[in-house]
């Protein structure tokens, strides 16, 4: 698995979190990888996140937006619940989607899997970022496929998740996919 090269994450004292790599939990700095992000890859990562893609592949596509896949899963690894960019209105983010459809269910140990980074600033309902949701939710782990691009606004959502102390753990071999579903904006 790839990881993206950034700064080896470190934990609240200091030492380098670990990173399960084919069941070995051996901390990052030993092994010689570096995560961009504070988070341990698991295992159905990947076929929750290729899921996400999927998903993504059916929303409408705007000019003006993201086509964004978004996928909510248990601890037990069954889905709680999945939206799309725009499946219900014409405004609705993919992770807002799956949080409304999961309204009501504890999401204290679930992992949100997104192709976007949540976003942190919106045009359309300003008050509802993704990240506000998921933080609102109280889901401890976050899976992404790609950080925004700034494109329409600059995104800080991993940030501001990470800083809520969220674990956010990047698939960085899903993105090359996530932004193929994006080929109709310019600039990608």
Request: charge should be positive; charged fraction near 20%; aromatic fraction near 6%.
């Amino acid at each position: 698995m790839q990881l993206s090269p950034q700064r080896a994450a470190k934990g609240r004292d200091g030492s380098p979190l670990a990173l399960s790599i084919g069941g070995l939990g051996l901390p990052y700095a030993k092994m010689g990888l570096k995560c961009r992000y504070a988070g341990a890859v698991r295992d159905g990562d990947a076929r929750w996140m290729s899921y996400a893609v999927e998903l993504a592949g059916r929303s409408p596509r705007s000019a003006s937006a993201f086509a964004v896949g978004s996928v909510i899963v248990d601890p037990g690894g069954r889905e709680v619940s999945a939206g799309w960019s725009r499946d219900t209105d014409p405004l609705v983010h993919a992770e807002e989607s799956a949080l409304l459809k999961a309204a009501g269910a504890d999401l204290g140990e679930c992992t949100l899997y997104s192709t976007l980074e949540p976003c942190s600033k919106r045009a359309h309902r300003p008050d509802a970022t993704c990240t506000s949701l998921i933080l609102a939710a109280r889901i401890p782990r976050v899976v992404i496929a790609w950080r925004e691009p700034d494109i329409f606004v600059t995104c800080e959502g991993v940030a501001l998740l990470t800083a809520s102390g969220v674990r956010v753990v990047e698939l960085a071999e899903f993105a090359p996919q996530a932004r193929a579903v994006n080929g109709h904006l310019p600039g990608l």
